[in-house]
């Protein structure tokens, strides 16, 4: 076989052998040639494995964008989805069909799965930005503080209640040890006055409390953003451990 070759194999051993076999017309001598063939794995590294490295460390783009500009982000793992697919269907289009799993299926897949779970991430630190920014809303909305526009303004004008309203703005505070009832005055006798003073001083005693709760339970910000830092991190280096291993198990022989 000095002189040939072919694209996509190399010939590795070729053997042939004779052996007689008797029919009813007669006795006859069956040459058998065999041949061993071994695929070119050139060819594949330039159409197949390394395009699908690309793909993949094309899908960690994601984990370095804005987690708020989501369209883009899921453009990106959606895209290198789609063409990974493609890399599929094309790299078991140019084999034969066999029923076991091939080592380029093996590398395909794990690659997909690499970009799909990228895909994920990108999923989840959306959900975790928008829960995040509710969170804030929710905290700005929530007086930390009461002013003097909250206090009544019977409170303000009348100076038999110039003790409360200090002590709702602040300039005075209460400990849990006082008595309400012997530190608050007694309100006007008007009924009239009576209903709006106890109406607001009861909401101002609301956004005080809720206040107090939202100072004790600030939300972690930075949180938020150890999803990607994890991500920039993990999914580098379990791609470069899964290719040390593949190329281990199966090593490009020339």
């Given amino acids: 076989m000095d002189g040939y070759s072919l694209a996509q194999f190399v010939l590795v051993k070729s053997s042939s052998s004779t052996r007689n ?3 009813y017309s007669g006795n006859f001598t069956v040459l058998t040639a065999t041949f061993e063939f071994k695929r070119r794995v050139g060819y594949y590294l330039l159409q197949v494995y390394l395009p699908c490295a690309i793909l993949v460390m094309l899908s960690w783009i994601a984990f370095w964008m804005d987690k708020r500009d989501t369209g883009n982000r899921l453009t990106v793992g959606v895209t290198t989805i ?4 493609f890399l599929l269907s094309y790299g078991n289009s140019s084999v034969p069909k066999m029923s076991y799993v091939k080592a380029m299926d ?10 799909f779970f990228s895909l994920i991430e990108s999923v989840l630190c959306w959900r975790f930005e928008n829960v995040a920014a509710r969170q804030d809303e929710s905290n700005k909305a929530t007086p930390k503080h009461m002013s003097a526009n909250d ?6 004008e009348n100076s038999h209640w110039r003790g409360l309203n200090k002590r709702v703005t602040g300039e005075s505070k209460l400990t849990p040890g006082d008595n309400c009832e012997n530190s608050v005055p007694k309100p006007p006798s008007n009924p009239e006055i009576d209903d709006v003073i106890l109406q607001k001083l009861a909401k101002c ?3 005080i409390q809720t206040a107090t709760g939202r100072n004790e339970t600030k939300p972690n910000k930075k949180s938020r953003y150890e999803l990607d830092t994890f991500a920039r991190i993990i999914f580098p ?7 040390i291993i593949y190329w281990s198990v199966w090593p490009i022989e020339t």
């Fill in 151 to 156: 206090v009544p303004p019977v409170l303000n």
């Fill in 106 to 115: 093996i590398y395909l897949l794990t690659s997909f799965a690499f970009i």
């Fill in 205 to 207: 005693l609301d956004r």
């Fill in 82 to 85: 789609l063409t990974i697919m």
């Fill in 21 to 23: 076999i008797i029919y």
């Fill in 237 to 243: 280096v379990s791609f470069v451990l899964f290719n």
